[in-house]
Nanobody, 122 residues
């Protein structure tokens, strides 16, 4: 099992940048594919980005491609999401999640953090 704790959320102006972190417990972080999801009020939780166990392969939702970068440091058991050129529509609670395999399907992710709020003001 792995426990996940997100941090780094906050209030930022449109056009600004923010980096989220997700700290994982345990010694098995490197065995999991990791992802960031987000959910805004009245909307379903949606995939933002995925990264493979080694960090070599990544996937991004079209809405964030070119603006967000997912990365991981397996030695530090930490996942990151660097967000730039933020827009009000990026406002959401951001969650990190772990899966035994690389997937874009929400239900494939077994472990979730509690979420961190990102608010982008116009």
């Amino acid at each position: 099992q792995v426990q996940l704790v997100e941090s780094g959320g906050g209030l930022v102006q449109a056009g600004g940048s923010l980096t989220l972190s997700c700290a994982a417990s345990g010694r098995t972080f490197g065995l999991y594919a990791m992802a960031w999801f987000r959910q805004s009020p009245g909307k379903e939780r949606g995939l933002v980005a995925v990264i493979s166990q080694t960090g070599i392969n990544t996937y991004y939702a079209d809405s964030v491609k070119g603006r967000f970068t997912i990365s991981r440091d397996n030695a530090k058991n930490t996942l990151y999401l660097h967000m730039s050129s933020l827009q009000p529509e990026d406002t959401a609670v951001y969650y990190c999640a772990a899966s035994a395999k690389v997937s874009v399907i929400t239900t494939q992710y077994n472990y979730w953090g509690q979420g961190t709020q990102v608010t982008v003001s116009s």
